[in-house]
């Protein structure tokens, strides 16, 4: 069965740091990749999503992740955080044949002004 | 208009009880989802459905029901809530390529 898990339960951050939040995923097939983020009192918005070709992939508010096949992983960065990027980020994985997503348990990110 | 809309935003219910969510999508997919989320668990899917006549179990199905009224309708029910069904729980849509959720606000649920 796949399963995604978030290195990070909660990561606490100083405005302008850089971030990077791990994500693997155990699945040994073609998969879509995605970052969800879920601010404080809101529902989950996409944030970016890979299927195929250039593994980096580029998504809203300055954030980026990386799709590296060989260690199954999809981080997601930002090279300088905002106190606005505080929320839950979710990594989630789908197989283009398979009927539903599944979710990492999520990391909560708290960036301090 | 929020592409999908849940009622209620939040609902306190007692023990027993039985309680209805709601969902409805203006998107247009067929595929519709139920999921829940508690803090440290992530989302886990209760139920799906791929059209009206489709529903499936998710990973959590026990003590919920769901119905398909119509393409862009899907309820989740409580038949009789019990505390640890306090949760925050959201309703999903996708299009058939399943290349991407659109999620609902969410309904916080509490059960004493």
Same mark, same amino acid.
Request: hydrophobic content about 30%; glycine content about 12%; charged content about 20%.
């Given at each position: 069965a796949q399963s995604v898990s978030q290195h990070n339960h909660h990561v606490i951050l100083s405005e302008a740091a850089s971030l990077e939040l791990g994500c693997n995923y155990s699945y040994g097939g073609t998969v879509n990749l995605f970052w969800y983020v879920q601010y404080p009192g809101q529902h989950l918005q996409l944030l970016l999503k890979y299927f195929?070709?250039? +593994? %980096?992939v580029k998504g809203i508010k300055g954030f980026e992740a990386e799709f590296i096949k060989s260690k199954f992983s999809f981080n997601l960065r930002k090279p300088s955080v905002q106190w606005s990027d505080t929320a839950e980020y979710f990594c989630a994985v789908n197989? +283009? %044949?398979?009927?539903n997503f599944v979710f990492g348990p999520g990391t909560r990110l708290s960036v301090l002004p | 208009d929020a592409d999908v809309t849940q009622t209620p935003r939040n609902r306190i219910t007692k023990t027993g009880k039985r309680i209805m969510l709601e969902c409805s999508q203006t998107?247009?997919?067929d595929r519709m989802y139920w999921y829940r989320q508690d803090p440290g668990l992530g989302l886990r899917l209760i139920y799906y459905s791929f059209d009206v006549k489709d529903i499936n179990k998710g990973e959590i199905s026990d003590g919920y029901s769901v119905s398909?009224? &119509?393409? &862009?309708k899907f309820s989740l029910s409580l038949e009789s809530a019990i505390p640890n069904q306090t949760a925050l729980y959201f309703c999903a849509t996708s299009d058939a390529g399943a290349r991407g959720y659109t999620f609902g606000s969410g309904t916080r649920l509490t059960v004493v």
């Open positions: 195929s070709g250039d +593994p %980096l197989a +283009p %044949l398979r009927q | 998107k247009g997919h398909r009224q &119509a393409q &862009a």
